[in-house]
T-cell receptor
């Protein structure tokens, strides 16, 4: 069975702090894909990153960075120097097996205070 | 390129009624998936359509159905509405819906069942 766990329900930080959102996944597939999406109050899920199981290179995009570790089945997301506009719910998702169905975690609500 | 669009954005219905939601994918995308988001169950996969055929289905009762047209636009229908059907319904599109392909989401339709 596939499962994604986001243990942090809510995180509150002050602007300019760094924050890491945790994601732990379970799958028996050898080939799988991991995603992060951002959901602002408007409701739309905004795609942030896609990573396949064979690529463990960390990635940095501006203030965002992702740490993928197969040994611990984790795909953590760090925002450096957080801003109020980063306030949203962030979802980690897994796709593997024979379909493109996404299995989502429960999400982490990030509140960045000015 | 225009993103995924969904209509209507908001809907209020009463128990027992039926509802039809519409989704227009990104131009050139042929795979459309539907997800239900509720506070209790989180984000759950409903079904996926490709080339006018339902290719994958989630664990939802038969009251939930959908279809896809030749221009890749999709509709989902919920018959005999129940209070528990109140949710944000999200549509996502991808090129052909293969495993690992990035799905791009629309703004969703918020359905309230009274």
């Amino acid at each position: 069975a596939q499962k994604v766990t986001q243990a942090q329900t809510e995180i509150s930080v002050v602007e300019k702090e760094d924050v890491t959102l945790d994601c732990v996944y379970e799958t028996r597939d050898t080939t799988y894909y991991l995603f992060w999406y951002k959901q602002p109050p408007s409701g739309e899920l905004v795609f942030l990153i896609r990573r396949n199981s064979f690529d463990e290179q960390n990635e940095i995009s501006g203030r965002y960075s992702w740490n993928f570790q197969k040994s611990t089945s984790s795909f953590n997301f760090t925002i450096t120097a957080s801003q109020v506009v980063d306030s949203a719910v962030y979802f980690c998702a897994l796709n593997g097996g024979a379909t493109n169905k996404l299995i989502f975690g429960t999400g982490t609500l990030l509140a960045v205070q000015p | 390129k225009a993103g995924v669009t969904q209509t209507p954005r908001y809907l209020i219905k009463t128990r027992g009624q039926q509802v039809t939601l519409s989704c227009s994918p990104i131009s050139g995308h042929r795979s459309v998936s539907w997800y239900q988001q509720t506070p209790g169950q989180g984000l759950q996969f409903l079904f996926e359509y490709f080339s006018e055929t339902q290719r994958n289905k989630g664990n939802f009762p038969g009251r939930f159905s959908g279809r896809q047209f030749s221009n890749s636009r999709s509709e989902m229908n919920v018959s005999t509405l129940e209070l528990g059907d109140s949710a944000l319904y999200l549509c996502a599109s991808s090129l052909v819906g293969t495993v690992g392909e990035t799905q791009y989401f629309g703004p969703g339709t918020r359905l309230l069942v009274l």
